[in-house]
């Protein structure tokens, strides 16, 4: 059974910066994918970064230069290194793997609120 345990978010000044981490476990087989979402109070859910299996990353605009999605495979852990944050950051952030690209995995969700 896959799970994924989100933490390291909080509350940060604009222009500071956090690191989020997304310990997962029961992925015996490898993941397709795995990524970061968010959301918003009143807002859709919505993708922030994902790495693929063979290390390709991908980042939304609106985190670009800022934000940077990496993984470390011996402590199947995922990571978001988020830098120069603004209040528009501030979310509920998700955690997310696909696993045989059919099974989709979400975990808990982490705050980050970055006050102005």
């Known amino acids: 059974q896959v799970q994924l345990v989100e933490s390291g978010g909080g509350l940060v000044q604009a222009g500071g910066s956090l690191r989020l981490s997304c310990a997962a476990s029961?992925?015996?087989?490898?993941?397709?994918?795995m990524g970061w979402y968010r959301q918003a109070p009143g807002k859709s859910r919505e993708s922030v970064a994902y790495i693929t299996s063979g290390g390709s990353t991908n980042y939304a605009d609106f985190v670009k230069g800022r934000f940077t999605i990496s993984r470390d495979n011996a402590k199947n852990t995922l990571y978001l290194q988020m830098n120069s944050l603004k209040p528009e950051d501030t979310a509920a952030y998700y955690c997310n793997a696909v696993v045989r690209w059919t099974m989709n995995y979400w975990g808990q969700g982490t705050q980050v609120t970055v006050s102005s």
């Open positions: 029961g992925m015996t087989g490898g993941f397709n994918v």
